[in-house]
């Protein structure tokens, strides 16, 4: 039976697109999200978590364990929110504390859960400080938004289809949509073991585990017209051993290193990653680091104090494990 997590851990996670759209946004034409002052692409924590939930219903057979899922019903709408809380028939706080025991996803990300039905006197009590008749759960694990290592460049490809789009028309339409030639995109999250035991989110090794491997092959998984190309090129956790102390801003301590125009970059051969300051900054706190968690795509190519280097010689100072899958 997998424990409870008992450890702050912090996660960095590396991954590149190659032809392809991260992330688009629905109200810009559907156009990958880049910061305009910068030209740096961005991501949000909620498309990486739809990765991973997508990646452990498809490929680790835990359907009925997500609960942000899309559920389509025979009149061909989607069930809404209100109408999976309603099924799991959820009307009080004490109620919805048995979704977090049920579902993976809620454990990890957390929720807000509409609750309704007539409460007692106590159940009244109990609630109170809830926002209206909801409830919100702050999820133990929290992303920030994924960023690009380097400015992007915006391409806008036009083509056509075989099918005409209207009735009446001979021919194919033209097809339009906007994509980066290459992204190198980090994110940054944390585990914090607090926000579970206090809000009695039973979050186990296990999960985390399982949400480390949706992170690496799910990115490599999403096989479809706007998303293929996607490679992971690195995964590390980094598990303290003292309650509440952690780093802080792992993704700030890297860096791209090429001698191309960074919007020309087009390959991961074409650059390398500096892991200097990363690595200084592990050494420095290595007595309140328990292990690291690692994974690394064998074409990247990092480098220490300008020299190339292995990522498990530069941490050769640390307990290392490697992530198996």
Do not use: C
């Not at 490809?157 to 075989?162: E, H, L």
């Not at 999403?222 to 490679?231: A, D, E, N, P, V």
């Amino acid at each position: 039976m997998s424990e409870l997590v008992k450890n702050r851990s912090e996660i960095l996670f590396l991954y590149d697109v190659t032809d392809a759209n991260p992330n688009g946004d629905p109200v810009d034409e559907n156009k990958p999200r880049i910061d305009e002052e910068t030209g740096v692409n961005i991501v949000t924590d909620v498309r990486l978590k739809r990765t991973i939930r997508d990646y452990l219903i498809n490929f680790k057979n835990k359907k009925d364990e997500i609960f942000v899922k899309e559920i389509v019903k025979d009149d061909g709408k989607q069930k809404t929110r209100e109408e999976r809380i309603e099924e799991e028939d959820i009307k009080t706080l004490k109620d919805a504390e048995k979704l977090t025991a049920k579902y993976l996803d809620l454990r990890l990300f957390g929720a807000t859960i509409g609750l309704k039905g007539k409460k007692s006197k106590k159940e009244a009590e109990e609630e109170k400080g809830q926002k209206g008749t909801s409830i919100t759960w702050t999820g133990p694990v929290q992303f920030k938004y994924g960023r690009s290592l380097h400015k992007v460049a915006l391409t806008f490809i036009k083509g056509t289809t075989v099918m005409p789009s209207k009735e009446g028309l001979a021919q194919g339409t033209f097809t339009e949509r906007y994509i980066l030639p290459y992204s190198l995109i980090a994110f940054y999250g944390i585990v914090n073991e607090n926000a579970a035991a206090n809000q009695g989110i039973k979050l186990k090794e296990d999960d985390v585990s399982l949400m480390l491997e949706g992170m690496w092959n799910g990115t490599k998984n999403l096989i479809s017209g706007s998303k293929f190309g996607q490679m992971p090129r690195l995964l590390m956790q980094v598990t303290y051993k003292e309650g509440n102390f952690y780093i802080g801003e792992l993704d700030k301590r890297i860096s791209l290193q090429t001698d191309k125009n960074k919007e020309a970059i087009r390959d991961i051969s074409e650059v390398k990653i500096d892991i200097t300051e990363l690595i200084k900054t592990l050494n420095i706190h290595k007595d309140r680091i328990e292990k690291v968690n690692l994974k690394a795509d064998d074409r990247v190519v990092f480098t220490k104090d300008e020299k190339d280097v292995a990522i498990k010689d530069a941490l050769s100072g640390l307990t290392i494990e490697d992530l198996a899958f």
